[in-house]
T-cell receptor, first 111, second 115 residues
Framework: QKEVEQNSGPLSVPEGAIASLNCTYS??????FFWYRQYSGKSPELIMS????GDKEDGRFTAQLNKASQYVSLLIRDSQPSDSATYLC???????????FGQGTRLTINP | GAVVSQHPSWVICKSGTSVKIECRSL??????MFWYRQFPKKSLMLMAT?????????EQGVEKDKFLINHASLTLSTLTVTSAHPEDSSFYIC???????????FGPGTRLTVT
């Protein structure tokens, strides 16, 4: 079982709708989770970090962490075509110094 | 967020030559830097972790004598691809963090083409 898993997609969402991206992790001791956005041909860009259970909102983005169920999600409200990218979920397994990434979910926002 | 730069952004070199890529944290001190490579439409692959002032820790399967990493200061790490071959052509990306379980920030990447 991979330490961090994401559905690779592609996920297609109409413009203006809510895009929901999900991620699960296997190490119950994991802490500190991150969502990165990567446009084709570019490097990843950090868009959200979440450290404790619950929701964290930043503009159109909301990250949700549920440690009991071991999942992390990212909601994008009012999706825009510019949100089309690959979204990477990442976390630190217990005792690890390095981030472990999921394989990424490719999101397409259709005008 | 914090800013990480990389230089050069792209490089073309001949087979057998060496190429050095620099990664700098511009507005914070990076106790730990990471080097990744990424092939087209593939996932990020961690190559090595470097801590300032100590030897890098390489991932399994990454040749430490081929990919030389130096982290001489809290703001600079370098990756040297020695005796480059066409199969080393890839997108090399560094990231930097302030340590602990906190955010890592990625540089813009360096596209290496070996002819």
């Amino acid at each position: 079982q991979k330490e961090v898993e994401q559905n690779s997609g592609p996920l297609s969402v109409p413009e203006g709708a809510i895009a929901s991206l999900n991620c699960t992790y296997s190490d119950r001791g994991s802490q500190s989770f991150f969502w990165y956005r990567q446009y084709s041909g570019k490097s990843p860009e950090l868009i959200m970090s979440i450290y404790s259970n619950g929701d964290k909102e930043d503009g159109r983005f909301t990250a949700q962490l549920n440690k009991a169920s071991q999942y992390v999600s990212l909601l994008i409200r009012d999706s825009q075509p510019s949100d089309s990218a690959t979204y990477l979920c990442a976390g630190y397994p217990q005792g690890a110094q390095k981030l472990v990434f999921g394989q990424g979910t490719r999101l397409t926002i259709n005008p | 967020g914090a800013v990480v730069s990389q230089h050069p952004s792209w490089v073309i070199c001949k087979s057998g030559t060496s190429v050095k890529i620099e990664c700098r944290s511009l507005d914070f001190q990076a106790t730990t830097m990471f080097w990744y490579r990424q092939f087209p439409k593939k996932s990020l692959m961690l190559m090595a972790t470097s801590n300032e002032g100590s030897k890098a820790t390489y991932e399994q399967g990454v040749e430490k004598d081929k990919f030389l990493i130096n982290h001489a200061s809290l703001t600079l790490s370098t990756l040297t691809v020695t005796s480059a071959h066409p199969e080393d052509s890839s997108f090399y990306i560094c990231s930097a963090g302030a340590g602990g379980f906190y955010e890592q920030y990625f540089g813009p990447g360096t596209r290496l083409t070996v002819t």
